[in-house]
Nanobody, 115 residues
Framework: QVQLVESGGGLVQAGGSLRLSCAAS????????MAWHRQAPGKQREFVAL???????IYADSVKGRFTISRDNTKNTVFLQMNSLKPEDTAVYYC?????????WGQGTQVTVSS
């Protein structure tokens, strides 16, 4: 069983920055890819960024160059550094991992970007 707990969301003005954290417990995930997704009001959940166990990263085009995903395997934690935030980045951000093919999601953290 894996538990994921996100933190770091909040209200920020456009152009500002936030750093999200996702702490995993219940299993060692250092070899497993971890990802961030987000869901804006009235929209489907969408992929934001992913980091593999060896540190390879993938980003959605909408956040490329502004967001950076990283991980600290000693703390079983993944981060999402978000810079140059835009109002359209407003959403609930979720952490996800899929060890052995089973999906685990966190409860989400709200990010609101004001114009």
């Amino acid at each position: 069983q894996v538990q994921l707990v996100e933190s770091g969301g909040g209200l920020v003005q456009a152009g500002g920055s936030l750093r999200l954290s996702c702490a995993a417990s219940g299993s060692t995930l250092r070899l497993v890819a971890m990802a961030w997704h987000r869901q804006a009001p009235g929209k489907q959940r969408e992929f934001v960024a992913l980091i593999t166990g060896d540190g390879t990263t993938i980003y959605a085009d909408s956040v490329k160059g502004r967001f950076t995903i990283s991980r600290d395997n000693t703390k079983n934690t993944v981060f999402l550094q978000m810079n140059s935030l835009k109002p359209e980045d407003t959403a609930v951000y979720y952490c996800k991992t899929s060890p052995l093919g089973r999906d685990y999601w966190g409860q989400g953290t709200q990010v609101t970007v004001s114009s």
